[in-house]
C-alpha cells in the first residue's frame, strides 16, 4: 500500500435537517482516495491527506446547506482502541 505525504484530520459535519455522513462521504471523495478516507460514526470520518485543514472545510462547503456546519481539525499525536478505530489503517499513516 502505497502512502502519499499527508497527516490526519478528523472531520466531521452537522445538520438539523439530515444525516451528513453522505454528505461528507462525497464531498472527500471528490478530493481524496477512497483508501485514505475512514468513517467512524454517525457523522465523523478520519482522513489522511496532505492538504490544509482550511482546504478539506472549503471541500465540504458547497455541500452544505444553511444552517449546516462542517468542522475539520488536524492533530499530531492520536490513540484509540477496538476495530472500529481500524488501527492497522491508523498505524500506516501515523507519526
Given at each position: 500500500m502505497e502512502i502519499g505525504p499527508g497527516s490526519l484530520k478528523?472531520?466531521?459535519?452537522w445538520s438539523p435537517r439530515r444525516r451528513m455522513r453522505?454528505?461528507?462521504?462525497?464531498?472527500?471523495?471528490?478530493?481524496?482516495?477512497?483508501?485514505d478516507v475512514r468513517h467512524l460514526f454517525g457523522d465523523l470520518f478520519v482522513v489522511y491527506t496532505d492538504a490544509e485543514v482550511a482546504a478539506v472545510r472549503d471541500w465540504l462547503v458547497p455541500h452544505l446547506a444553511e444552517g449546516e456546519s462542517a468542522f475539520v481539525a488536524e492533530f499530531?499525536?492520536?490513540?484509540?482502541?477496538?476495530?472500529?478505530?481500524d488501527p492497522v489503517w491508523l498505524r500506516a499513516r501515523g507519526h
Amino acid at each position: 500500500m502505497e502512502i502519499g505525504p499527508g497527516s490526519l484530520k478528523c472531520v466531521a459535519a452537522w445538520s438539523p435537517r439530515r444525516r451528513m455522513r453522505p454528505v461528507v462521504e462525497r464531498a472527500l471523495g471528490e478530493h481524496v482516495r477512497e483508501q485514505d478516507v475512514r468513517h467512524l460514526f454517525g457523522d465523523l470520518f478520519v482522513v489522511y491527506t496532505d492538504a490544509e485543514v482550511a482546504a478539506v472545510r472549503d471541500w465540504l462547503v458547497p455541500h452544505l446547506a444553511e444552517g449546516e456546519s462542517a468542522f475539520v481539525a488536524e492533530f499530531e499525536r492520536w490513540a484509540a482502541r477496538g476495530p472500529g478505530a481500524d488501527p492497522v489503517w491508523l498505524r500506516a499513516r501515523g507519526h
